[in-house]
C-alpha cells in the first residue's frame, strides 16, 4: 500500500479538488490511504476566528462567514446536485464549530486552539471523501483522532508509535478485509491532527507531512508520496529563484540536513519514521504528476552532485560578553540557552571566543527584546538586526566568491560539507544563482 498526502495549496478550489481526485484516480492500482490538510489558508482563517473570539472581537462573525462561504464555493463547484448530503454536512460541522468557539473560546489556548483548527481538517478530508464517492470511487473515511494517539502536548503532540501503530493496523486490515470489492482500499484522514483519548491534539503547524509518515510507518508502505506546488525538492527557494533545480534524489540524512537548516519543503519530523523502516519518499507535483519529482531514500551516491542553498531572512546577531570579562564557559552557556528556550527562541548558529558568544537567530521582535533584556542581568549585550543567515550544503568556491560578491560577511563558518554565513541586509532577486 501506499500513503499519498496532500496538502492545502493541492485542494485550495474545486478544480484543485478535482485534480487531486484524478491523480488518485489515476494511481488506483495499488491500495491507497489518502491524507488531506485543510483547504488552502483554512488554518491561518481558523487562527483568526479564534483570536477574535478569545477578545470579543467585531470581526468574529464576518470570518466565520468567509470560512463559510469558500467551503461552499468548493462545494458549489464540486457537487452540482445542490441536495446532496455533503451540503448538511458542512452546515452541521459550522454550526458545532460556532457551537466550540462560542462556549470553549476562552478555555486554555493551547487546547482549545487543537479543538478549532482541527475543524479546517474536518472538512476538507469529508470534503474529498463526498466527492470521490460521488464519482463512484469508493473510499473509506477514517478519523485520524481514531488511529494517531498522542499525549497531551496540545499544538505539539508527542505521538506513542506502539498505540498508533497498533490502531493503525487494526483498522486498516478490518476495513481492506471488510469492505474491499475490488481488492483495492482508499482510506481517507485528515493530516496534522490526533487524540490523546479525550482531545484533539495537533502535531504542529504543517504536520500533515507527519501525520503521512507515522501511517506508512505502521503499515510499512511502499511509498509514500507528498503531493506538492513544486517539481520536488529544488535547491534554492523557488520564490525567489524562478529557476531553482530539481534534486532528483536525496538520502534521509541530506534531506534531513537540508530541512534542518530551514528548507522547507517537508516537515522536519517527517523523516525519521520514514528512515527507519526504509520506505521511500516521493515529492511531485500535483500540478504535474506525471513528473518524476525528488525520491529521499536511503541511496546517498547523488547528494553531492549540487550545490543547494538555503536563505533566512530577518536575523539578528547578538553577541554576549560576561560583564566581569571572565572567559564563556559552560555555565554562563548553559544559563544562555535557558534563557533562550524560556524565551520560546531558537539559535540557527552560534559562534564563540574566550570571551564572547554570538546567537544568529530569527527576529522575533518582543521575545528577543526580552530574552536581551534577561541577558543583561549578567552580561554586556550587543545586537545587529536586518541580516540573514545563509547555507551552502556542498559548495564550492565559485559558488561562495558569486554569492558573496558586495556582502559584507558577519560570521562565517565552514565544515566539510556545508558553508554558512551571517550577513548583512536581506535576500533580493539580484543574488546570484545557485549556478
Ligand atoms: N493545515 C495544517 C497547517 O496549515 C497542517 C498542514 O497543512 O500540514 O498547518
Ligand atoms: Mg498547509
Given at each position: 500500500?501506499?500513503?499519498?498526502?496532500f496538502?492545502?495549496?493541492?485542494?485550495?478550489?474545486?478544480?484543485?479538488?478535482?485534480?487531486?481526485a484524478?491523480?488518485i484516480?489515476d494511481?488506483?492500482?495499488?491500495?491507497i490511504?489518502?491524507?488531506?490538510?485543510?483547504m488552502?489558508?483554512?488554518?491561518?482563517?481558523?487562527?483568526s476566528?479564534l483570536?477574535?473570539y478569545?477578545?470579543?472581537?467585531?470581526?468574529?462573525?464576518q470570518?466565520?462567514?468567509?470560512?463559510e462561504?469558500y467551503h461552499r464555493e468548493?462545494?458549489?463547484?464540486?457537487f452540482?446536485?445542490?441536495?446532496?448530503e455533503?451540503?448538511?454536512?458542512l452546515?452541521t460541522?459550522?454550526?458545532r464549530?460556532?457551537e466550540t468557539l462560542?462556549?470553549?473560546?476562552?478555555?486554555?489556548y493551547?487546547?482549545?486552539y487543537d479543538t478549532?483548527?482541527?475543524f479546517?481538517e474536518?472538512?476538507?478530508?469529508?470534503?474529498?471523501?463526498?466527492?470521490?464517492?460521488?464519482?463512484?470511487?469508493l473510499?473509506t473515511?477514517?478519523?485520524?483522532?481514531?488511529?494517531?494517539?498522542?499525549?497531551?502536548?496540545?499544538?505539539e503532540?508527542?505521538?506513542?508509535?506502539v498505540?498508533?501503530g497498533?490502531?493503525v493496523k487494526e483498522?486498516?486490515?478490518s476495513?481492506?478485509?471488510s469492505?474491499?470489492i475490488?481488492?483495492?482500499?482508499?482510506l481517507?484522514?485528515q493530516?496534522?491532527?490526533g487524540?490523546?483519548?479525550?482531545?484533539?491534539?495537533?502535531?504542529?503547524?504543517?504536520g500533515?507531512?507527519y501525520t503521512?509518515a507515522?501511517?506508512?510507518?505502521?503499515l510499512?508502505?511502499?511509498?509514500?508520496?507528498i503531493?506538492?506546488?513544486?517539481?520536488?525538492?529544488?535547491n534554492?527557494?523557488?520564490?525567489?529563484?524562478?529557476?531553482?533545480?530539481?534534486?532528483?534524489s536525496?538520502?534521509y540524512?541530506?534531506a534531513?540536513?537540508?530541512?534542518?537548516y530551514?528548507?522547507s519543503?517537508i516537515?522536519?519530523?517527517?523523516?525519521?519514521?520514514l528512515?527507519?523502516?526504509?520506505i521511500?519518499?516521493?515529492?511531485r507535483?500535483?500540478?504535474n504528476?506525471?513528473?518524476?519529482?525528488?525520491?529521499?531514500?536511503h541511496?546517498?551516491?547523488?547528494?553531492?552532485?549540487h550545490?543547494?542553498?538555503?536563505?533566512?531572512?530577518a536575523?539578528?546577531?547578538?553577541?554576549i560578553?560576561p560583564?566581569?570579562?571572565?572567559?564563556?564557559?559552560?555555565?554562563?552557556m548553559?544559563?544562555i540557552f535557558?534563557?533562550l528556550?524560556?524565551?520560546g527562541?531558537?539559535?540557527?548558529?552560534?559562534?564563540?571566543?574566550?570571551?564572547s558568544f554570538?546567537?544568529?537567530m530569527d527576529?522575533?521582535g518582543?521575545?528577543?527584546?526580552?530574552?536581551?533584556?534577561?541577558?543583561?542581568l549578567?552580561y554586556?549585550?550587543?545586537?545587529?538586526?536586518?541580516l540573514?543567515?545563509?547555507?551552502?550544503r556542498h559548495?564550492?568556491?565559485?559558488?561562495?566568491?558569486?554569492l558573496?560578491?558586495?556582502r559584507?560577511?558577519?560570521?562565517e563558518?565552514?565544515?566539510?560539507?556545508?558553508?554558512?554565513?551571517?550577513l548583512?541586509?536581506?535576500f533580493?532577486?539580484?543574488?546570484?544563482?545557485p549556478r
Open positions: 500500500m501506499k500513503v499519498y498526502k496538502g492545502g495549496a493541492s485542494v485550495k478550489d474545486a478544480a484543485a479538488v478535482k485534480n487531486v484524478k491523480i484516480q494511481h488506483a492500482e495499488d491500495d490511504w489518502v491524507v488531506v490538510s485543510a488552502g489558508k483554512t488554518t491561518n482563517a481558523l487562527e476566528l483570536e477574535a478569545r477578545q470579543g472581537l467585531d470581526t468574529r462573525e470570518i466565520l462567514e468567509q470560512i462561504n468548493i462545494l458549489d463547484g464540486l452540482p446536485f445542490s441536495g446532496h455533503v451540503f448538511l454536512t452546515n460541522t459550522l454550526e464549530l460556532k462560542e462556549n470553549r473560546a476562552k478555555e486554555d493551547d487546547k482549545i478549532v483548527v482541527a479546517g474536518d472538512l476538507s478530508a469529508m470534503i474529498l471523501s463526498a466527492y470521490l464517492d460521488d464519482r463512484s470511487y473510499n473515511w477514517v478519523d485520524a483522532r481514531d488511529v494517531i494517539l498522542t499525549d497531551s502536548t496540545f499544538r503532540g508527542k505521538v506513542d508509535f498505540k498508533t497498533k490502531k483498522r486498516w486490515n476495513i481492506v478485509e469492505t474491499n475490488t481488492g483495492k482500499g482508499l481517507i484522514s493530516g496534522f491532527i487524540s490523546d483519548g479525550k482531545n484533539t491534539v495537533t502535531l504542529g503547524r504543517e500533515s507531512d503521512g507515522i501511517l506508512a510507518w505502521s510499512g508502505a511502499t511509498e509514500i508520496t503531493w506538492k506546488d513544486v517539481p520536488g525538492m529544488l534554492a527557494d523557488p520564490k525567489f529563484y524562478p529557476d531553482a533545480e530539481r534534486i532528483p536525496l538520502s540524512q541530506e534531513t540536513e537540508l530541512s534542518y530551514g528548507a519543503v516537515h522536519p519530523k517527517t523523516l525519521k519514521p528512515q527507519n523502516k526504509d521511500p519518499l516521493y515529492v507535483s500535483f500540478m504528476p506525471t513528473a518524476e519529482g525528488t525520491v529521499i531514500h541511496d546517498e551516491s547523488q547528494d553531492h552532485s550545490p543547494s542553498f538555503i536563505f533566512k531572512q536575523q539578528v546577531l547578538i553577541s560578553t560583564k566581569d570579562f571572565s572567559f564563556i564557559a559552560e555555565d554562563n548553559s544559563q535557558a534563557l528556550s524560556k524565551n527562541l531558537k539559535a540557527n548558529l552560534t559562534q564563540n571566543s574566550a570571551l554570538s546567537i544568529c527576529d522575533r518582543k521575545r528577543v527584546e526580552e530574552f536581551m533584556e534577561e541577558c543583561r549578567n554586556k549585550t550587543l545586537y545587529n538586526q536586518g540573514s543567515l545563509l547555507t551552502v559548495y564550492d568556491e565559485d559558488t561562495l566568491s558569486r558573496l560578491k558586495n559584507e560577511v558577519l560570521v563558518q565552514r565544515s566539510r560539507k556545508t558553508a554558512r554565513f551571517v548583512k541586509g536581506g533580493n532577486l539580484s543574488t546570484p544563482k
